[in-house]
């Protein structure tokens, strides 16, 4: 038999509020599953930026040393990076890598501190991060695969400064193309549970 009036109405008024969501007030050891899931969950969700910050910032600083090591190959007569195209490749290349994980450095700093991203929609923010590592990485492969032949046939005549540094650079552009493809990976993931929630 159900009730009605005043009785029924004042029993569901005094019905149990909801826990908290900081677990402060109300979370007894029922709710502690729940509230510490939640948490451990947001600490998973800051990993994968933390790690993509982290690549970037590696990509960051390998970009800058192939740049500088290769805009500072300059020995004179034939050896000099200005002489051969695929070296003036990997140096532009070099810079288009440093200016882009600078920009993601950046982006992803203020991304952590603020909470905010600069790109308005998460998805948006998603792809342009999948996308830009996907294309930097491809273009640091094909600078190091157009400059590392070049570099090899001339190691078998000559061993000298110029050609250490070369090789020197193209390892450097090796590394930040790991950096990148590794932050790829991260965007990928990060695109794809975009996609799923």
Not at 16 to 43: L, Q, T
């Amino acid at each position: 038999m159900s009730e009605s009036g005043p009785a029924a109405d004042a029993r569901a008024s005094v019905a149990p509020a909801p826990a908290a969501a900081d677990g402060d007030a109300g979370a007894g050891p029922a709710d502690a599953g729940g509230v510490r899931s939640m948490v451990e969950r947001w600490k998973m969700d800051g990993a994968p930026a933390r790690a993509r910050l982290l690549l970037r910032a590696l990509a960051w600083l390998f970009s800058l040393l192939a740049l500088v090591v290769m805009a500072s190959n300059q020995h004179g007569g034939s050896q000099d990076f200005r002489k051969y195209p695929e070296y003036n490749y990997c140096l532009g290349i070099s810079i288009v890598a440093w200016l882009y994980a600078t920009a993601q450095v950046l982006r992803d700093v203020h991304r952590l501190s603020s909470g905010r991203d600069l790109i308005a929609p998460r998805k948006a923010s998603a792809v342009v991060d999948f996308a830009g590592d996907q294309v930097v990485a491809y273009f640091l492969i094909s600078a190091m695969s157009a400059a590392a032949p070049v570099t090899d046939y001339m190691r078998q005549a000559a061993d000298n400064l110029f050609t250490d540094s070369a090789a020197a650079a193209i390892s450097m552009t090796f590394f930040a193309f790991v950096a990148i493809g590794l932050s790829a990976l991260v965007s990928g993931y990060n695109l794809s549970m975009e996609t799923l929630v």
